[in-house]
């Protein structure tokens, strides 16, 4: 069971790599505490705060991310989830010419993350398995924030 467990967690650190993300085993006092100081070094200070089980930075359930990105405005803000909002060109071959659609997502919002998050403000999120009917992305950083 133990080594079953090791090798996900393995797996897991391999695909997730080019964000910076993971920090470390959870709950392993085996292995010395992972040294990665980088420029959200402010969000680190806030992991014992975390509860979320399935936050992607130090839940225990830890959300792999994988699949596409996409960044987009902060247009609703429900506890522990988001609603974000972008825009695409799609061509009209018979017009030549292009028409604007809106594209919203809701995207699964960590309990570290509460607080940096607010209406208006632009972020990215990331694709990670479904986790309910609607939900199947994570947000993963703040972009800018909103300029008022
Ligand atoms: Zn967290």
């Given amino acids: 069971m133990v080594e079953k467990k090791k090798t996900t967690k ?16 959870a709950r392993t006092s085996s292995r010395p505490p992972a040294q990665k100081v980088s420029a959200n070094a402010d ?15 130090h839940g225990d359930r830890k959300l792999k991310m994988r699949g596409r990105t996409f960044e987009g405005i902060v247009i609703k803000k429900l506890p522990g989830r988001v609603t974000i909002q972008f825009e695409r060109m799609l061509k009209v071959p018979k017009y030549e010419r292009y028409e604007k659609r ?12 509460n607080d940096d998050v607010a209406e208006g403000d632009l972020i990215q999120i990331a694709e990670t398995r479904p ?3 609607m939900i199947h992305f994570v947000v993963s ?8």
């Fill in 141 to 148: 950083k703040v972009v800018r924030r909103k300029t008022e």
């Fill in 43 to 57: 969000k680190v200070g806030k992991t014992a705060g975390c509860k979320d089980r399935l936050c992607p930075e």
């Fill in 102 to 113: 809106k594209t919203k997502i809701h995207a699964r919002l960590p309990d570290c993350m």
């Fill in 10 to 25: 393995k797996k897991v650190m391999k695909i997730v790599a080019p964000k910076g993300v993971h920090q470390g085993g």
């Fill in 131 to 133: 986790i309910s009917k």
